[in-house]
């Protein structure tokens, strides 16, 4: 298990929080750039090596540059053009704005990859009840859910099956598509009303306080990952500030 899977999940979402608003309340590549850099110097103090921050980003890295290319397209631009066809125009302001986008899309979506990619939904619900107080029905019926949607693959994969059983999951994948997202959406309301019975019937609407099988607990894990998100936001902040790039989105 690694450091940040034994960290408390409302640590971990509250770095997450803080690395995010000093980023998206910046519009500067130079900010995005360092923060990009600190979470790869602390990712493997998470515990987290780094080749596998490298698979995890590989989608977010993707979306990153199809948004750049578009932008470098169709950004505002300005200074000297390099191309223009129809719509799309191709200057230094454009290229310069899509390497900004792409940087601040990048650093934005690293903080969750690192952290919330291993949460864990039980212990999650644990610290939302236990530490935030939050109601029990809202915090249990979450659990469920969150415990049902990860079902859903394998009742997919397991509908398609039975239909190429009975002959009719043989047509075309675009065809056989409304038949087995409707017998997935059934299969999933039942088994909705069936939990939701279990459920009541164990108790989850009597009064009165409610105990905890595992106590939501702060630990050392918790303070490295406090501390490492301190040094994310606060370290980009400072080198964007020093290099007097930063500029708050709500500054005209």
Known sequence: MTRVARANPLSTIGVVLLVDLVLL???DAVTATAAIALIAVCTPLAGIPLRRLAV???AVAG???LVAATVVLYGRGSGTVYLTAGLAEVSDGSIALAI???LRLLAVALPAVVLLTDLDATRLA???GQRLHLPDRFVLAGLAGIRLFEVLGEDWRMIALARRARG??????????????FTLLVVALRRAVALATAMEARGLGAPGPRTWSRPSTFGRADLVVLLSGLLVAGGSLAVG???GTYRFVLVT
């Open 25 to 27: 309340l910046s519009l």
């Open 56 to 58: 995890r980003t590989a």
């Open 63 to 65: 979306a990153a540059v």
């Open 100 to 102: 900004a986008t792409a």
């Open 126 to 128: 644990d610290a939302l």
């Open 168 to 181: 009719v999951g043989d047509r075309g994948r675009l065809r056989r598509l409304p038949g087995q997202a």
């Open 241 to 243: 500030l020093a290099a």
